[in-house]
């Protein structure tokens, strides 16, 4: 889709209740030899088309993959619903075998798993269930799904007993749909820059189905209740979020999809190494926000990485090569990725 020096592997996962499914594996390898990659990993009726985050990060050597889940984006095939899972679990296969090929056929010894929204809510979960084997070497959330973006009252006791029905008819397609709003501030061809397929990534999504929604509320009861992520985290929101339901210019300086305080209030569960940083003018895709915005996420999600993933304090300090010298520490790329480790 993409075309050089993109290329994709498809992934075969076996057939599930609606036949067979797959995951595709986006590549951009870095512009010399790499020993740590970045994992993207997209969420809520999303696919990889950030290509711009890629060659950011490729530009500073890292190699970069990009994760379509099952019945998302590329992997997405006729006979299937789009973007239903009955658990988000369900996404931990394809997470395994990404990160094997990554690390094993690819040769990585360092991997950072970059999540966006939903896809920072099933990341976190494989992080923690994956703890003791050692995949994974630190987490960029990218306005993570913590919380529904509703009144508490629906979304604790109303969002409870739908979830009842989804366990009963997981397919059902609920009364409610996602706005447009978001939309419109992303695409070229309304109020945004930003061309995608929106065959793939509707302006006002698809169908919310109560099993689905059942599968997100358990992660989320999951992450409140505490999860233990070894590795250290990065999560990054806006600092307001937009809530009408019509346009509005200030949709196109806030989160218009969730809560951001919510991620907030919840980044505290991951585990106990969490970096908070939030971007005034920032979108519910960080990444998608103007110029400056973005620009300001990649600097700083680069000086994070750098310093906790990259060649900065956290990794082991190389011996001196005259036998028996004192063992020569490693200094950070630059100050500021000091600093950051030390925060």
Same mark, same amino acid.
């Given at each position: 889709m993409l075309g050089p020096p993109y290329e994709r592997q498809t992934i075969d996962?076996?057939?599930d209740d609606e036949g067979p499914v797959v995951a595709t594996l986006v590549r951009r390898r870095a512009e010399r030899p790499a020993r740590r990659a970045v994992l993207y990993v997209h969420?809520?009726?999303d696919y990889f088309f950030q290509t711009h985050v890629a060659d950011f990060f490729a530009a500073r050597g890292w190699a970069f993959y990009a994760l379509d889940l099952r019945k998302y984006g590329r992997s997405l095939l006729p006979h299937q619903t789009p973007n239903f899972c009955r658990d988000l679990s369900d996404y931990f296969p394809e997470l395994d075998a990404a990160a094997e090929i990554i690390r094993t056929d690819e040769g990585h010894d360092k991997l950072l798993v970059m999540g966006h929204s939903t896809g920072g809510l099933i990341i976190s979960l494989w992080a923690h269930a994956r703890r003791e084997a050692g995949l994974v070497d630190g987490l960029l959330l990218n306005s993570p799904f913590f919380d529904i973006n509703a009144p508490w009252l629906v979304r604790r006791p109303l969002a409870a007993a739908v979830c009842r029905l989804g366990r009963r008819a997981p397919h059902r397609a609920l009364p409610f749909r996602l706005g447009t709003v978001y939309?419109?501030?992303?695409?070229?061809?309304? +109020?945004?820059?930003? +061309?995608?397929?929106?065959?793939?990534?509707?302006?006002?999504?698809?169908?919310?189905r109560a099993g689905w929604l059942d599968a997100i509320r358990a992660g989320q009861r999951q992450l409140r209740a505490g999860l233990d992520i070894r590795v250290p985290v990065l999560l990054a929101c806006s600092t307001r979020s937009y809530r009408g339901m019509r346009w509005h210019e200030s949709a196109t300086l806030a989160d218009a999809v969730l809560d951001v305080e919510h991620m907030v209030r919840w980044a505290p569960r991951l585990g106990r190494h969490v970096t908070l940083a939030r971007f005034d003018g920032g979108l519910h895709d960080l990444t998608l926000s103007s110029p400056a915005v973005r620009e300001r996420v990649l600097a700083e999600a680069g000086r994070w990485a750098e310093a906790f993933l990259g060649t900065g304090p956290t990794d082991p300090a190389p011996t001196d090569p005259t036998p028996g010298g004192p063992p020569v520490a490693r200094q950070p790329a630059d100050d500021r990725a000091g600093a950051a480790a030390e925060g």
């Open positions: 996962l076996g057939d969420g809520f009726v939309g419109q501030s992303l695409h070229a061809d309304h +109020r945004g820059e930003w +061309r995608y397929d929106l065959a793939w990534k509707p302006l006002a999504g698809f169908p919310v």
